[in-house]
């Protein structure tokens, strides 16, 4: 079974800091696929990023960066500089890469409050 | 931009009353799904469909049906709402088969049952 574990429930943090999102995941799969969303006050959870299993090169967008992990299966997300509009509730999820039923299994999220 | 958009962002409904939530996606999804959230629970899956008339069950199918009679549409259907289906609903939708593995949100719907 696939399960997919945020141990941070909540993180508080100043503006400009940096923090870091921590996802560990389980899965029998060979090939999957890895997502971070994010989920601002307004409720819409918003597509961040999809990393293939078989590609372990870090990436960087902006202030974003993700690291992935197979050795310790872990997906971790941090964000530079932290500001206001990153306070939202980030969820981690996992997914089998084949054509056809592709549900994702979501962590339980990490609620992220910058302060100014 | 891929569009999905559900019929309403907050909807208040007596217990015991048939309660319909609509879906509409415009990029042409195999894919759809119904998730509903909960405090401390995170998302969790109702019912997906990979085709017209197509379904499966998710995690938590109990007091849920869905309709999928076009391949835009997909409605999750509460037979007779009970107070502890108040919750937010999510629906997604996704095209693994164009290599769209990642599922695109709507904005929810807030449903309150009294």
């Known amino acids: 079974a696939q399960k997919v574990t945020q141990a941070q429930t909540e993180i508080s943090v100043v503006e400009k800091e940096d923090v870091t999102l921590d996802c560990v995941y389980e899965?029998?799969?060979?090939?999957?696929?890895l997502f971070w969303y994010k989920q601002p006050p307004s409720g819409e959870l918003v597509f961040l990023i999809r990393?293939?299993?078989?590609?372990?090169q870090n990436e960087i967008s902006g202030r974003y960066s993700w690291n992935f992990q197979k050795s310790t299966s872990s997906f971790n997300f941090t964000i530079t500089a932290s500001q206001v509009v990153d306070s939202a509730v980030y969820f981690c999820?996992?997914?089998?890469?084949?054509?056809?039923?592709?549900?994702?299994?979501f962590g339980k999220g990490t609620r992220l409050s910058v302060i100014a | 931009d891929v569009k999905v958009t559900q019929s309403s962002r907050y909807l208040v409904k007596r217990t015991g009353e048939k309660v319909f939530l609509e879906c509409v996606q415009d990029?042409?999804?195999?894919?759809m799904f119904w998730y509903r959230q909960d405090p401390g629970l995170g998302l969790r899956l109702i019912y997906f469909?990979?085709?017209?008339?197509?379904?499966e069950k998710g995690d938590i199918p109990e007091g849920y049906s869905v309709s999928r009679e076009k391949k835009e549409r997909f409605s999750l259907i509460l037979e007779s709402a009970s107070t502890n289906q108040t919750s937010m609903y999510l629906c997604?939708?996704?095209?693994?088969?164009?290599?769209?593995?990642?599922?695109?949100f709507g904005p929810g719907t807030r449903l309150t049952v009294t």
């Open positions: 990029m042409d999804h195999e894919n």
């Open positions: 899965t029998r799969d060979t090939t999957y696929y």
């Open positions: 469909s990979y085709d017209v008339k197509m379904k």
């Open positions: 997604a939708s996704n095209n693994p088969g164009q290599g769209i593995y990642e599922q695109y």
């Open positions: 999820a996992l997914s089998e890469a084949r054509p056809g039923n592709t549900p994702l299994v």
């Open positions: 990393r293939n299993s078989f590609d372990e």
